[in-house]
């Protein structure tokens, strides 16, 4: 290299000066591979999640039949013949997520459109860290709102205890919405401008560009908004614990007291020990969280790249 | 003409009620948390101990532990997040290696947080011997903030205009040079706004620190002790408003409640601002 060529000039100042420049490239080379191996520590946290709860979670099946665990209905791991069914969890998860998700998209999305194509600057500039508040409020905190409010809410007005499935849906739309909110107005904001002006010079109102030719345009963006809200909404767990009910069936209405995944995991991990069937049973649901999330980010990755192509 | 301009119109004044709507919605929130939990709020309440059975109690123990696991968290998580950003913004190629990274991040950030608890309880726990301690949890919680401190600081970086870069790689600089005297520098507000992110989410942490930090407190306030139980705020808020036996059980999750979103708030404004005045200063004027 051209800096060690110049060893050769015996002025001292020189040879400092070499010496130096040498040590910064030493310096490089050392922060390269420093940096190289924190981007492979971050990828083998993943693997080593996948692994262990994997792993930990299969040893359900040395005990518990696969269909039994997936399809059974009986949920019983104290008794004397413990039966391990987590299908009315299974069940109460799809329903809960996907209930909230129909809850908070109407309301996200008229938002998003609101705040990218109608609201005043000044409007913009209040709702914008607005939604940013809703997110940062701890999930435990919408857990409390949920059981001090809306429940004896909800069993007030239809007379029945409150907890279940509806208080929970109308709590996880809450917290998801900034999240459904931000991106399809990002999207919205992403759209050529061409497409919008088009539409007005043919003679077009707001309204019909909004609906006819912005909402279609960006649909993939609002996509990938909504299932990032569900794939929060699948792992939600506190703010679910406290309004759910918790009781290990399936519901016979949207008012009666079920149990989630996430939640059923939190409620009994206390009582059991490591390495007994009912321990690993509770990986096995880990397990089938960690797989769904895992899921709903590969079908981000085919939207986003059937955006690229369209 | 008319009809389709009627149209226009209840759609301006649909999306009018809708943006109110939310704003309706949160600054309910607000107020119900806020005036509800204030009046409880007081010194004793604030550096008290936490009473089981009588009334009374404080958070003094939880508030400690809530910003211990939070700094520990922060500590381990940082180096390994901040590197990977660089790594991602600065150096990585276009090859299957930095795909597998990308990737890694999406999905780790995608993972719930109960998982990552799980995870802790059958790592840090059970299999490193670390019982339920302030520093299984905020390992645990370390993992948590990884893939957002990754994304935050590559956006950070990549916002750097390029001009800047390639200035300094002409003048002479190394590759490490130009990330420590140029870019780290001039993105560092947009990077102190979203560590302050990620910490108030780490703030709120619950699901994943029950099975980690565990449900109680060392005797001693404060206790530096890494193995000592880490209850944290956001816990005894949860423990509080549902299973606890005090009398003021609800009062004390109230107060709680006020307490860690009136601290999400403060780090908002205290780090936001501050942030937004550097920008200006380092941008010139």
Redesign the interface.
Known sequence: MAYQSLNTQTEPQTREAARWTGR??G??RW??R??????????A?????VL??GW?GAQTFKDVSFTDFFFSTEWNPSSDNPSFGAFPFLYSTVLLTLLSVVLAVP?AL??A???AK??PRW?RE??RP?????V??????Y???G???LVPFLGKLFGSQGYGILPAAIILA?MI?PTI?SISEDALRSLPGRLEEASLALGA????T??RVLLPATMPGIMTGVILGM?RA?????AV??VIGNSPKIPGSLLDSTTVL?TA??KD??NTF?GTPWNNA??LM?LV??LL??G??LLIRVVAKRREQA | MTKNKLADRAATVFFWAMGLLIIAILAWFLIRILGRGLPHLSWSFLTGRPSEVRAGGGVGPQLFNTFYILFLSLLFSLPIGIGSGIYLAVYARKNRFTELVRVSVEALSSVPSIVFGLFGALLFVNWLGFKFSILAGAATLSLLNLPVLVRVTEDAIRSVPASYWEASLALGSTRWQAVRKVLIPSSLPTLITGVTLVAGRALGETALLIYTAGLSVSRKVPDFDPMAMGETLALHLWYSGSSSLAPDAKEIADASAALLVLIVLGLNLLIAIPGRIIQKKLSGR
């Open positions: 910064q490239h310096y490089d922060m390269r420093l940096f190289a191996i924190s981007a492979t520590a971050v990828t946290v993943i693997f080593a999640i262990f709860v930990q309301l008229s938002g459109i609101f705040m109608i609201a409007m209040i709702l607005a939604a940013d508040l809703f940062g409020i701890p999930s435990v905190v857990g409390l709102i059981l001090t409010v809450v919405l909110l109102t707001r309204w019909q909004i609906w794939g699948i792992g939600e767990t506190m614990f406290m996430t995991i939190v991990m206390g490591y509770l990986y880990a969280l960690l999330s895992l709903l980010i």
